[in-house]
Every structure is written in structure tokens, then in C-alpha cells.
């Protein structure tokens, strides 16, 4: 019985022992996934450097460190990430001063060692570039810059990077732009540093000088700009059937797309000793034009690349095409939203040549006989631009 009692107790006894490993296992499990799982953040505002410069020829090193305001680091767990608060600095070239500014989307679109004009990243210290996860901010109101194409525009007035660790530097790539020129700064060509004074750092609540999540303009900028849309009419002549027909091109930034607005009105055309008028149809005006695809509906529409894209409004100019009597509306404006305002778009729509008795049309884009792709190529000149509040009194009727 004495064996019996202690072998149940030696069984007891190991049965806790395993138990309380088990236990402790589990526990230790939770901690640590705890540990990873965990949430909870630390900002800390640090004393910090810019270093950003560019040498030009005989007027020496110029300096575009002044965009600069603020740095701050956020711990969540085992993660960081870098916030850096820039704003609108000054820069002296030759004696001439301008502002400058952190422009994410420059109206130029070149590139450099691989890096397009506007990229944003931060260099891990193995010297890949990091530009996934980047987060930007803009500044509003009345903080605003002026671009080389004299336009308004709203600048990055923070930048949030996720970054592989905390230490003192902290290489970046941007774009800083001004009234007068632009640079991106790309490590090894021209350096953006970030230093950090790591024993300088002030705990926070959170991070001020943050500016709004999307960027859009208060204004129109109103360019210089031109239609054409010419045919070739025999071997010897051809007519720009558009020619005189585009009032203005009013362009407004939303939601970090391109609006553009083309304003339309009447113009006249000249071709073998004939004058007639000429005008925009719309989709249930006079239907008696050439085209290429042989319908009897105008088709509306602008390029991107080889796609033709229907996402566009269209408001009207009442009775002022008169034909055998009868009065036509015409499109008075389009707007549709591009992704980034180039200096060229080809357009699909119907032009209407008239006289007080008859009248004929052209679709664009138009097949000639000889297999000539001829278009509506609508070019802006990005140099010729100038602020306008508002273009509600240049625009026609929504429905007909």
C-alpha cells in the first residue's frame, strides 16, 4: 500500500510539473505576442539639421535648406517612422529671391538616376530607397507658393516616412521648387540630409504643423493654349476645322487630379474660295457629318494613350447655330480630370461647318482616304498661365 501511495504522489506530482510548464509557456507566449502586437506610440519631437544644396557654376553652393521647420519621431511597438514638417523657405540666385518649396508634382515629368521629378523617399542606411508607405500632406488657405509657371500652388507641408530604425541621419529624395527654378534632390547627386540630435529629444503628445490630407486649389489657372483639328481637302490644301473655336483653358486641382475646363465658341473657316461658320456640336444637334466610324452620333470623349475616355461634363450655348432656319445648340464648355497636366491631349468630338442654308461636320479623330489619322489635338503652353477666382459666368447651361 506504501508503494502504491507513493508512486500516486510521484504521478501527481509530475502531472503539476507538467501543468505548470504548460502554463508558464503560454504565458511567456502571450507576453511576447503582446510585446509584438503592440500599439501604443511615442513621439518625440528631436533638435534637427537640413542639409539640402545644389552648385551653380560661377554663382557657387546655393542653399534650399530653409524649407525646413520641424522633425519628429514615432515609436509604435518595435516600429518607427520619421514626420518632417517642412514650409515655404527662401532662396537668393543672382540677386533675384524667390520662395521655395517641397512640390511632390511638378508640371515637369523627367528623370533622374531612375528618381521622377516629385519623388518623395527616405534611404534606408543599406542605401535602398524607400517610397512605398509615404505619406504627404499639403499646406491650404492663404499658404500657398508660386511655381516656375507662375501658377498659385499648394505645397507638401509634411512628409511621414516609414523608416528601418532610429539613428542620427537620415538621407531623403524630394523636389524642392520655386518661382524662378526646381531641383530633385537625389542621394549622390545632390544631397536632402536629415540630422537628428538624438540626445536632444522632447517627448510629445502629438505632432503639430500638419497640413491637410488632400490637395486642392481655391483658384483656376487660366493658359495659353490652342486647338487644332486639321484635314487634309485634296492633294494640294488642307483646313484646321477648329481653328478659332477654343475660348480658354481653365485648369483647377481636386482631390490630386488635374480639372480641365475647355471654354468653347463660334469661329469660321476658309476653303476653296468658301467661308462658312463653324461651331462644337453636341450629341443631338446637326447630324451630317464625315466620320470615321460611320455613325450619325457625335462621340465625345478625350485620350489617354490609346483609350478614349467618356468621364466628362459638357455644358451648352443655346440657339446661336441657325441653319435653313432652325437653331442648334453647341457645346459652350468640357471638363474632365487628368491624373497629371501634360502639355498636349487628343480630343474626340464633332465640328459643325455652316452657312445660313446648309451645313456638313467633321468627326475627330478622322481617317483621310490615304489612311491619315488626322485630330483634335488640343496644346497647352504650361509657361503662359495666370490666377483666376472663378469661371462660373463663362460657362453654359448644364441640360438643353
Not at 501511495?5 to 502531472?15: G, I
Not at 501543468?19 to 511567456?28: D, G, N, P, R, S
Not at 518632417?84 to 523627367?110: H, M, R, Y
Not at 491637410?212 to 490652342?226: E, I, M, P, R, S
Amino acid at each position: 500500500m506504501n508503494t502504491l501511495a507513493k508512486s500516486k504522489k510521484a504521478m501527481l506530482l509530475a502531472l503539476v510539473a507538467v501543468i505548470l510548464i504548460i502554463a508558464t509557456t503560454l504565458a511567456l507566449t502571450a507576453c511576447n505576442k503582446d510585446k509584438d502586437e503592440d500599439t501604443s506610440s511615442v513621439i518625440t519631437k528631436y533638435d534637427a539639421t537640413f542639409d539640402a544644396s545644389i552648385v551653380m557654376g560661377p554663382m557657387g553652393s546655393q542653399s534650399f535648406s530653409s524649407i525646413f521647420k520641424d522633425a519628429y519621431v514615432t515609436k509604435t511597438g518595435n516600429k518607427y517612422s520619421l514626420t518632417v514638417i517642412f514650409t515655404a523657405g527662401e532662396l537668393n540666385v543672382g540677386g533675384q529671391a524667390g520662395t521655395i518649396f517641397v512640390d511632390d508634382n511638378p508640371t515637369t515629368s523627367k528623370e533622374t538616376n531612375g528618381i521622377k521629378d516629385g519623388t518623395i523617399g527616405v534611404y534606408k542606411a543599406n542605401g535602398d530607397l524607400i517610397t512605398d508607405g509615404v505619406k504627404v500632406t499639403y499646406s491650404s488657405g492663404d499658404n500657398y507658393a508660386v511655381n516656375p509657371a507662375h501658377q498659385n500652388v499648394y505645397y507638401v507641408q509634411s512628409v511621414t516616412f516609414p523608416v528601418d530604425e532610429l539613428r542620427a541621419t537620415y538621407d531623403l529624395t524630394l523636389y524642392i521648387n520655386s518661382n524662378m527654378m526646381g531641383q530633385q534632390f537625389i542621394k549622390g547627386v545632390y544631397d536632402a540630409k536629415l540630422t537628428l540630435d538624438l540626445q536632444k529629444g522632447e517627448v510629445v503628445s502629438e505632432i503639430t504643423g500638419l497640413g491637410v490630407d488632400t490637395l486642392d486649389d481655391t483658384t483656376y489657372t487660366k493658359y495659353g493654349a490652342t486647338l487644332d483639328g486639321i484635314i487634309p481637302m485634296g492633294e494640294t490644301m488642307e483646313v484646321n476645322f477648329t481653328e478659332n473655336l477654343l475660348d480658354g483653358v481653365y485648369v483647377i486641382k481636386k482631390s490630386g487630379k488635374y480639372e480641365i475646363t475647355l471654354i468653347f465658341k463660334t469661329g469660321n473657316i476658309q476653303y476653296g474660295g468658301w467661308q462658312t461658320q463653324t461651331g462644337i456640336l453636341t450629341t443631338s444637334d446637326y447630324p451630317v457629318y464625315r466620320s470615321e466610324t460611320g455613325t450619325a452620333t457625335p462621340i465625345w470623349g478625350y485620350y489617354v494613350g490609346e483609350t478614349l475616355k467618356d468621364d466628362y461634363t459638357l455644358t451648352y450655348s443655346a440657339d446661336y447655330i441657325t441653319v435653313n432656319e432652325v437653331s442648334y445648340n453647341s457645346v459652350k464648355s468640357m471638363t474632365f480630370s487628368v491624373d497629371s497636366l501634360d502639355s498636349e491631349f487628343i480630343l474626340s468630338l464633332c465640328v459643325i461647318s455652316y452657312t445660313e442654308s446648309s451645313a456638313t461636320g467633321q468627326q475627330f479623330p478622322y481617317t483621310s482616304s490615304n489612311g491619315t489619322v488626322c485630330n483634335a489635338t488640343l496644346t497647352i503652353d504650361l509657361t503662359d498661365a495666370e490666377t483666376v477666382d472663378s469661371i462660373d459666368d463663362l460657362l453654359g447651361v448644364d441640360t438643353l
